[in-house]
């Protein structure tokens, strides 16, 4: 075992050292990446130099990568990787999707039906100040959850949509990107999964909520879901919970989308131009146990 794992926070997240993944990992090491994936929902592999190729290689490894249907923010010839980010073409135009009112904690799996999926982003440039990503653990947010929250939530559902969220971003900032076609925004129906939910590879539970794309959750009026999904998301992002990862050039971090919510930080960047190369996998938890414990200690 050539890689090192070194716990980001008590809750959430791990650094991988060790690893060139311009290369392809041993079958050996690539476990150890998974395991830590599950075991820490989100892992930082820092002083990478990925082409949009090598990142799908590695992407595709954790499952199959899902192509973003904002088309025009494709690495050309590499549809499976998207630019996200705040830079522009010669003539002004983005050329890469600015999502200046992401700063809001949601999953990225809660618009599809198959809810375990990796984001996988790798950093291309980054600002001196500001876009930051902030992570939190869905998982530790269920085990300390007050009992009358508990007893609210238990046995529920909760819907989800795509477009919801969508028009929400593009009505707040327009023409940052082209508006779906009808036929785009069809693929997205609403989704429906339980709230509390054991995870498939590790066991825990934990529970799912993205607030900016959900519609309800069942038994409760639209007012009092939003109050809960608010309640629920506010629990799971006390700061004492959040690791908020400072980018550097070269940073690839992925993250289990099921255990876990993300938020981008307010887009009032400085000092410089933000790009990003983002995928997304569908992935089958593995046919073996995950040692889940999480351990404050550094291991090998
Ligand atoms: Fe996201």
Known sequence: MSIALTPLSPTIGVEIRGCDLSKRLSDEDFRAVLNAYYRYSMVLIRGQQLSAEAQTAFLRRFGTPKISQRKEFHVPGVPEIGRVG???HPDGSP???LDRHGNLWHSDTASDTHL????MLYCVKTPDVGGDTLFASS??????LPD???DRIEGRQVTHNFNKHNDYLLAKNPGSANPLSAEDRAKWPDRIHDLVQTHPATGRKLYFVSPTLMKNIS???EGESAELAAALVAHATQPEFVLRHVWQVGDLVFWDNRAS???ASPANYSGGERLMHRGYAYMQPPAYSIDHALSAAAET
């Not at 375990?116 to 984001?119: E, H, L, Q």
């Not at 998982?139 to 300390?144: I, L, Q, S």
């Open 86 to 88: 705040n830079t522009k």
């Open 139 to 144: 998982v530790n947010a269920y085990a300390r």
């Open 261 to 263: 919510l993300h938020s």
């Open 95 to 97: 050329s890469a999707f």
């Open 148 to 150: 009358p929250l508990r």
């Open 116 to 119: 375990d999926g990796v984001t």
């Open 219 to 221: 038994g409760y009026s």
